[in-house]
């Protein structure tokens, strides 16, 4: 008897990802889902400013074109999407995709799933009123001490919404803050109809869903272990999750295809954005990340079992973005000879001035790519006779006239500072408005009974 | 678990000295392990992950949560360590580590990408003969 796969194929691991990996994964070979995440923890933020801009928007715009490519394929494969590309619109996203499924003639062939009850933006007032503090879980501080600066508020969901959808018969289920691992995790609950409180299994597919939610991150991109010997890494094969019913799943990418599935690329992955291995949470359940067993069962295919899980928590997690400030970096670049020194002394110019304009700053913050700027001051020591060196100083503050001031006092050190220099061809640097990310915890009942999934027809 | 591994560095750095230790010499960690590193919120994390299995214990021994904090001294406030025996890998929390992190952060690094890197150029002592064999690759 040959074992029955679920094959769940990541299309997209952020907003911005290669644009050719979905349609490569849905022509490429055989798979049954299309798994394709967007959302980090400040995109929800960005969208919402874009739809405060556009009711219409608010979503990820890109997903639309991309429906628009693969819909044909994926109608004639029988291939079904999951996508948290719903962003904090997710019905206009549904809309526009299904806008996009009758132009290519898909009318009566697709039905789209459309998760919502996530966005808990206009429910604040009410939450914090009825005694949920929605407290930073790093500081402790309630939100109600910046509530007025609030700009989205959103509940994870877990994988729940994308199986009742799935059930419901939709081929695309477009949600908002899903999380990255439910959207590989509904898929194969329903797909072998497993309990969702089987915490086992849960972990299992947690563990597939964190393995693929990056893409290629896992098939060899970004891969350290023997990074010059992967090859192809023009037209990477992004992984693809095969899940068995016994819970263990195997990963692996499309036959010729570049980059490389090892027991490597997988390791990396796994320990990416890691805290606590022994409890991995998310909506759905708990993963312990030391259970895990990894095999190489082939080229390009490694096996995946052992995992073990608990229970899930009576907790959501809130991603919540809000306005902080200003910043702006900008850069200059000064060329050999003594190089390193000329950008020093063009450092402490800079900062003179800014002290004697009386400016205020929150922070300011000088690096010298090629010198310090990613290892700081494990760098070793600097090389003398370097080619040249980047000034990158970068400030932020509350308010927004001492960060326009200083974008106004980079240019100036070109001839009032030490010489060759060059590299400010772009110009003033920008302003930026500064989006922090809140993260806290409610009680999942709050959010559970207002989630709702409808299925829509094309 | 972070709590016992540190208990475990601390009694290792007390007066007691073990006998006939065999002569070691420092080596860099990026011959020993690979790394990926991300962030969570202020908090960037290394995974470490041994380059063959049977250099998971000599980082288990040598890449203590003590030692990791004295290599990042200045750079962040506090290190946590978790172990995975069955990955080859140790798990490091770096706190505050990002200036504030994701968008707040001015860094070139403000997600702790290449904290990993970083990681790899602490020295640990390793046995001479397996240093030879390390370097020779």
Redesign the interface.
């Known amino acids: 008897m040959s074992e029955r796969v679920v094959r769940i194929a990541a299309g997209q691991g952020f907003w911005g990802d290669w644009l050719e990996a979905p349609v490569r994964q849905v022509r490429g070979g055989p798979i049954d889902y299309l798994m394709m995440d967007y959302l980090a923890?400040?995109t929800m933020s960005i969208m919402q400013k874009q739809k405060s801009r556009d009711p219409r928007a608010g979503y990820a715009r890109d997903f639309v074109p991309l429906m628009e490519r693969i819909l044909p394929d994926v109608v004639e494969r029988g291939i079904k999407v999951t996508s948290n590309a719903g962003g904090v619109n997710p019905r206009g996203c549904a809309e526009a995709v299904l806008e996009v499924a009758r132009k290519l003639g898909l009318g009566g062939k697709l039905r789209i799933g459309l998760v919502t009850g996530d966005d808990i933006l206009d429910r604040l007032d009410d939450l914090i009123a009825r005694g949920h503090p929605l407290a930073d879980m790093?500081t402790g501080q309630p939100l109600s001490e910046i509530r007025d600066k609030v700009l989205s508020a959103n509940a994870y969901l877990g994988m729940a919404p994308i199986v009742e959808a799935l059930r419901g018969g939709a081929d695309v289920v477009i949600t908002g803050r899903v999380t990255d691992t439910g959207l590989t995790l509904g898929p194969i609950f329903h797909e072998f109809g497993w309990s969702p409180e089987d915490w086992d299994k849960v972990a299992a597919g947690t563990v597939a869903g964190h393995i693929i939610e990056c893409g290629a991150q896992a098939s060899g991109g970004?891969l350290?272990?023997g990074w010059r010997s992967v090859k192809g890494m023009a037209d990477p094969g992004f992984p693809i999750v095969e899940a068995s019913a016994d819970g263990s799943f195997l990963v692996t990418k499309h036959p010729k295809t570049g980059g490389v599935v090892s027991v490597?690329s997988v390791?990396?992955?796994?320990?990416?954005?890691?805290?606590?291995?022994?409890s991995y949470i998310t909506p759905d359940g708990v993963a312990d990340?030391?259970?895990?067993?990894?095999r190489q069962a082939g080229r390009d295919r490694v096996r995946v079992s052992?995992i073990r899980g608990g229970p899930r928590t009576p907790m959501l997690k809130v991603s919540i973005a809000y306005f902080?400030g200003y910043?702006a970096?900008g850069t200059l670049v000064y060329s050999w000879p003594e190089a390193y020194d000329k950008a020093k002394a063009a450092d402490r110019i800079l900062r003179q001035r800014l002290a004697d304009l009386g400016l205020e700053f929150e922070?300011i913050?000088t690096?010298f790519?090629g010198v310090d700027?990613?290892?700081?001051?494990?760098s070793g020591p600097p090389d003398p006779d370097a080619p040249e060196v980047q000034l990158?100083i970068?400030?932020?503050a509350r308010d927004k006239a001492p960060v326009e001031r200083f974008t106004r006092e980079l240019a100036p050190l070109v001839l009032t500072g030490p010489p060759s220099v060059t590299g400010f061809a772009g110009g003033r640097p920008a302003v930026e408005e500064?989006?922090?990310?809140w993260?806290a915890l409610i009680d999942r009942r709050e959010i559970e009974r207002h989630v709702k999934v409808e299925v829509l027809e094309a | 678990?972070a709590g016992s591994s540190r208990k475990k560095s601390a009694s290792r750095s007390g007066r007691f000295r073990r006998p006939a230790v065999p002569p070691s010499r420092p080596v860099q960690l990026r011959w020993l392990a690979?790394?990926?590193?991300?962030?969570?919120?202020?908090t960037a994390?290394v995974?470490l992950?041994a380059?063959e299995p049977e250099y998971y214990p000599i980082l288990v021994r040598e890449v203590t949560t003590a030692r990791v904090a004295r290599?990042?001294k200045?750079?962040v406030s506090g290190v946590e360590r978790?172990?995975?025996?069955?990955?080859?890998?140790l798990?490091f929390?770096l706190h505050d580590a990002l200036?504030?992190?994701?968008?707040?952060s001015?860094?070139?690094?403000a997600q702790g990408k290449?904290y990993?890197?970083?990681l790899l150029?602490m020295e640990i002592p390793v046995p001479v003969s397996l240093a030879r064999r390390l370097i020779r690759k």
């Open positions: 923890e400040v790093e970004n350290l272990k490597a390791t990396e992955q796994l320990v990416y954005e890691m805290g606590d291995p022994g990340f030391t259970s895990i067993q990894l052992g902080y910043k970096v922070q913050l690096e790519v700027a990613t290892h700081g001051k494990l990158r970068g400030v932020r500064v989006v922090a990310y993260p | 678990m690979h790394a990926r590193s991300g962030d969570k919120g202020n994390n995974g992950i380059l290599h990042f200045g750079m978790f172990e995975l025996p069955n990955l080859g890998a798990n929390l200036d504030g992190g994701g968008t707040i001015l860094k070139t690094d290449v990993s890197t970083a150029r």
